[in-house]
C-alpha cells in the first residue's frame, strides 16, 4: 500500500498569510495527488486535481505543485474560509490512501 | 441540483450487519465510479472501497480492513449503489461518504482520478 505522510499535522497562521503543507508519498504517484478541504460537519471538497489543476470555482489563491513522491499545497492569502482540515489524497493505485490532515487553524 | 445521498446508517451491535444506500439526484450512476470513505469521529478520511461503472465491467475493490466483510454492489434499475457491510466492529463507527470518481488530466495529458461529488455521509454506530 502507498502511505501518504502530510506535514504539519496542524498550523495557525493569519489572515493573509502565505501558508504550504507538504505530502510525501512512499513510492512514485507520477501525478496522481489530490488536495481535499474539509470544514467541520461537512464532506470534503475538492481543491486541486491532477497535483496542480484546479477545478472550476476553486479561487486562484489556491495551487498545487509536485510530481513523483513530493507534492505541496499552497495558499497564497489565507482568508477566513480557508480555515479548515486539508488532506492530500493518491489515486495512483489501489487501495486509494489519504495523509493524516493538516488543520488549519486562526493564529 | 447535484448531489448524492447516503441513508441507512444508524446503531448496530459488534458483529451485526447494516447496509448503506447511496442514492443519485440530478444525475445517474450508470457511468460513475462510486467510492466508499469513511471518518471515524475525530479522525481522518480512509477510502474503503469501490465499484467501476457498469461500461468498464462493474467490478469492486477494497481496503484491506474490510474485505471480505463489506460488499459494494449496484442496482441498475434504481440507479442506487449499496455498501454491505457485516461483522461490524467498534472500529467501523464512522461517517460514511459515497463519492464519485471522474477522470481529468494532467499537464502531461494523463488520466487521474479524483473525488468531485460527495454525499453529505451517513453515521454508523457499533457499539454494545
Known amino acids: 500500500d502507498i502511505q501518504m505522510t502530510q506535514s504539519p499535522s496542524s498550523l495557525s497562521a493569519s489572515i493573509g498569510d502565505r501558508i504550504t503543507i507538504t505530502c510525501r508519498a512512499s513510492?512514485?504517484?507520477?501525478?496522481?495527488l489530490n488536495w481535499y478541504q474539509q470544514k467541520p460537519g461537512q464532506a470534503p471538497n475538492v481543491l486541486i486535481y491532477a497535483a496542480s489543476r484546479l477545478p472550476t470555482g476553486v479561487p486562484s489563491r489556491f495551487s498545487g505543485s509536485g510530481s513523483g513522491t513530493d507534492f505541496t499545497l499552497t495558499i497564497s492569502s489565507l482568508q477566513p474560509e480557508d480555515f479548515a482540515t486539508y488532506y492530500c489524497?493518491?489515486?495512483?493505485?489501489?487501495?486509494?490512501?489519504f495523509g493524516g490532515g493538516t488543520k488549519v487553524e486562526i493564529k | 441540483e447535484v448531489k448524492l445521498v447516503e441513508s441507512g446508517g444508524g446503531l448496530v451491535k459488534p458483529g451485526g450487519s447494516l447496509r448503506l444506500s447511496c442514492a443519485a439526484s440530478?444525475?445517474?450512476?450508470?457511468?460513475?465510479?462510486v467510492n466508499w470513505v469513511r471518518q471515524a469521529p475525530g479522525k481522518g478520511l480512509e477510502w474503503v472501497g469501490r465499484i467501476k461503472s457498469i461500461p468498464d465491467g462493474g467490478t469492486t475493490d477494497y481496503a484491506s480492513p474490510v474485505k471480505d466483510r463489506f460488499t459494494i454492489s449496484r442496482d441498475a434499475s434504481r440507479d442506487t449503489l449499496y455498501l454491505e457491510m457485516k461483522s461490524l466492529k467498534s472500529d467501523d463507527t464512522a461517517v460514511y461518504y459515497c463519492?464519485?470518481?471522474?477522470?481529468?488530466?494532467?499537464?502531461?495529458?494523463?488520466?487521474?482520478?479524483?473525488?468531485?461529488?460527495w454525499g453529505r455521509g451517513t453515521l454508523v454506530t457499533v457499539s454494545s
Open positions: 513510492q512514485s504517484l507520477s501525478r496522481s
Open positions: 440530478g444525475i445517474s450512476l450508470f457511468h460513475g465510479w
Open positions: 463519492c464519485r470518481a471522474v477522470q481529468g488530466v494532467d499537464d502531461y495529458g494523463e488520466g487521474v482520478w479524483h473525488f468531485d461529488l
Open positions: 489524497q493518491q489515486t495512483y493505485s489501489t487501495p486509494l490512501t
